[in-house]
């Protein structure tokens, strides 16, 4: 069984910075997918930042240049960094991931498929 796992969220200043990171376990081999996606109060989940299976990486445009993400070299640890931070990045942020070998996707609009796990999520809230 997949399990994923978020920590890293908390409190801060617009303007700041914070770091996120998802560790993943219970896969046994093959690649997969791995992402960053948020909600905010009345708004659709969206995708962040993503990797797919070839390591290509993603941005939504909302993020672009502000957030990076990486993972750690045994693929398993995804994070997120994530500066300038802005009001409107207050929201519930969730680590995804595929099954091996699934096709999955997310756009700079934000719009995602493919992700067939999900962590519990951590709140990010930035202060004006």
């Known amino acids: 069984q997949v399990q994923l796992l978020e920590s890293g969220g908390g409190s801060v200043q617009a303007e700041g910075s914070l770091s996120l990171y998802c560790t993943a376990s219970?896969?046994?081999?093959?690649?997969?997918?791995m992402g960053w996606f948020r909600q905010s109060p009345g708004k659709q989940r969206e995708g962040v930042a993503s990797?797919?299976?070839?390591?290509?990486?993603m941005y939504g445009d909302s993020v672009k240049g502000r957030f990076t993400i990486s993972q750690d070299n045994a693929k398993t640890t995804l994070i997120l960094q994530m500066n300038s931070l802005k009001p409107e990045d207050t929201a519930m942020y969730y680590c995804?991931?595929?099954?091996?070998?699934?096709?999955?996707?997310?756009?700079?609009?934000?719009?995602?498929?493919?992700?067939?796990?999900w962590g519990r999520g951590t709140q990010v809230t930035v202060s004006s």
């Open positions: 995804a991931a595929s099954s091996i070998g699934a096709y999955c996707y997310t756009d700079q609009a934000g719009r995602y498929g493919g992700y067939a796990y």
């Open positions: 990797v797919d299976r070839s390591g290509r990486v």
């Open positions: 219970g896969y046994t081999s093959g690649r997969y997918c």
